[in-house]
């Protein structure tokens, strides 16, 4: 059975600091891995995906992360915080051969200190 | 033209009433969801639809009771509402089970 695993329930960095936001994944077949962001009060919105193309994967807003087969790991990162990257983040699986299912990690709450 | 959209935006009700939540979406998708996003942010899937028929249908009271009436629609009844119920509930639409979700603002709702 599929599973995410997102360490770090709360996430605090300083504007203009790297960000690095956890997701471990655990899959029976190669998966697909998304990344959404939640700000507050609205839907989530993609950020970037993995499905099974280039491992390094860019996405909006500035953010990228890299899928690790070797460590079950795709992981977010963002060069430079910005105050509006305060948000909530998911990372979530799905298998390519399309069983409908996609399975949410518990979400890291991204806070930027100015 | 929003992609996906959710009415209504907030529901306030009491206990033991009934309340729809209704979705549609016109991406020309043909598999729609429901989540339950719980007070601590926690996504669950509750339902998903491709081309109006049942796919998944997790461990979700008998009282919830989705409806397709076409693969651009996926509504969701809630009869006899209680406290735990509570919850903002998300539509979502993906093509064929796989790419990524898109998703609709959710709907608040809350029981008191």
Redesign the interface.
């Not at chain 2, 064929?96 to 959710?106: K, T, V, W, Y």
């Given at each position: 059975a599929q599973s995410v695993t997102q360490l770090g329930s709360h996430v605090s960095v300083s504007e203009g600091a790297l960000v690095l936001l956890r997701c471990n994944y655990s899959s029976s077949v190669p998966p697909y891995l998304f990344w959404y962001v939640q700000y507050p009060n609205q839907g989530l919105q993609l950020l970037l995906k993995y499905t099974s193309a280039a491992t390094l994967v860019k996405g909006i807003n500035g953010f990228e992360a890299e899928f690790k087969k070797s460590e079950t790991s795709f992981h977010l990162t963002k060069p430079s915080a910005h105050m509006s990257d305060a948000a909530e983040y998911f990372c979530a699986v799905s298998e390519p051969s399309g069983t409908y299912k996609y399975i949410f990690g518990t979400g890291t709450r991204l806070k930027v200190l100015a | 033209d929003t992609a996906?959209s959710q009415t209504p935006k907030y529901l306030v009700t009491q206990m033991g009433n009934d309340k729809s939540i209704k979705c549609e979406q016109n991406l020309g998708h043909d598999?729609m969801?429901w989540y339950k996003q719980d007070s601590?942010?926690?996504?669950?899937?509750m339902f998903?639809y491709?081309n109006k028929e049942l796919?998944?249908n997790e461990t979700v009271p008998n009282r919830f009771s989705p409806k397709s009436p076409d693969k651009a629609h996926l509504n969701l009844h809630i009869n006899s509402l209680e406290l735990g119920d509570s919850a903002v509930y998300?539509c979502?639409s993906?093509q064929?089970?796989?790419?990524?979700?898109?998703?609709?603002?959710?709907s608040r709702l809350t029981v008191l």
């Open positions: - | 996906v598999t969801y601590k942010k926690f996504l669950k899937i998903s491709n796919i998944i998300f979502a993906s064929s089970g796989a790419g990524e979700l898109f998703f609709g603002e959710g």
